[in-house]
Every structure is written in C-alpha cells, then in structure tokens.
C-alpha cells in the first residue's frame, strides 16, 4: 500500500512539473472525459468504463476510471466494479499506459442478503490509440487481477488446495470508447 501511495504521489509530481513549461497558444489538448466498453479486463469478462482526465498537460496524463461489470454466468448476480488510477504517456496517437487499482466485486446470496466479497488488486499495462483532435480510444494490453484466498482452520483439515494465498488470472483486455 505504500509502494501505490509513492507512485500516485511521484506520478502527480511529475505530470505537474510537465505542466508548468510555457505551450503554444494553438496547442490541442486530450479530452477530459472518455466512455468506453472494455472486454476481458480488469473486470474480469467485460466491463462499461467512465475515465475522467484529471492531471497532466499536451501529451502525458493522469487518470481516474470507474466501470461497472455484471457477471451473467453467476446465479447470485454478482457485480464488479474496477477502480484504477492510470499514466499515460506518448506523443501523437501512439500512448503507453500504465495504471493501478481494485476491483470490488459484490454479490447476492440467494435470500437476497448482501455479500461483499474480498477486494482484487488489479494493473493494466496497455498500448492505446488516441487522437488528441479525435474522439475515438483504443486499447489492448496486460491486465492482470490478483485475488486473495482466504483459509479458515477447515481447509488444512480437509486437505483443501492450499499451494498459495495470493494468485493472479492472467488476463488481457481489449476496449473501444470515445472522448469527449
């Protein structure tokens, strides 16, 4: 947790610091917010994403993205919702992102009781295709979930599969949106 509070602060730094040199008067800045409908990524199987540009100047930037995922193939409705901090950086059309965050899944037990499920921690190491004067995002990349595996005193008893706490779904993740 630390180690995540060093970035954010390092990467907010940063893209204030490239912010503070003089711009022409004609210079074409990103869109401040984006929607976009992602497949296989931080939600696991797809997700309908807001991002919001909040830090950053002509070419790198910061961003907040919240999405909401409802996950058919669970009979007790379950949901997720990733949230992720990300960096993007590049010229022209051509931008590399990196980011960090969670994604909370939620779910409902069949008598309707809430249950919420442990947190994931999730990354994304992505190129994206994004035209400063366009309003269409692309994106493809690495966007990995690591799960918790919670044991109780049971699961040594009945010899359950206990080869590690912490495992990680390999995924990768496509999205299209646009900015505007």
Not at 98 to 114: A, C, D, M, Q, R
Not at 143 to 164: C, E, H, M, Q, S
Request: glycine share 8%.
């Amino acid at each position: 947790m630390k180690n995540i509070f060093y970035f954010i602060l390092f990467s907010i730094f940063m893209l204030s610091e490239a912010e503070g040199f003089a711009q022409k008067a004609d210079s074409i800045h990103f869109r401040k917010n984006a929607v976009n409908v992602e497949l296989l990524g931080n939600a696991a199987y797809y997700s309908f994403n807001y991002e919001r540009k909040i830090l950053g100047n002509k070419n790198n930037f910061m961003t907040i993205r919240a999405g909401i995922s409802v996950y058919p193939f669970r009979l007790d409705g379950g949901f997720a919702f990733p949230l992720l901090i990300n960096g993007v950086f590049g010229e022209g059309n051509n931008h590399f992102e990196v980011g960090i965050g969670k994604t909370l899944p939620i779910s409902f037990s069949p008598n309707i009781e809430f249950v919420n499920d442990n947190p994931n921690v999730t990354a994304n190491l992505m190129y994206r295709y994004q035209n400063p004067k366009g309003k269409l995002i692309f994106r493809i990349g690495w966007t990995p979930i690591i799960f918790y595996k919670a044991f109780t005193p049971f699961d040594f008893v009945n010899n359950a599969d206990l080869r590690g706490a912490l495992f990680e779904l390999i995924n990768c993740g496509v999205s299209i949106g646009f900015a505007f």
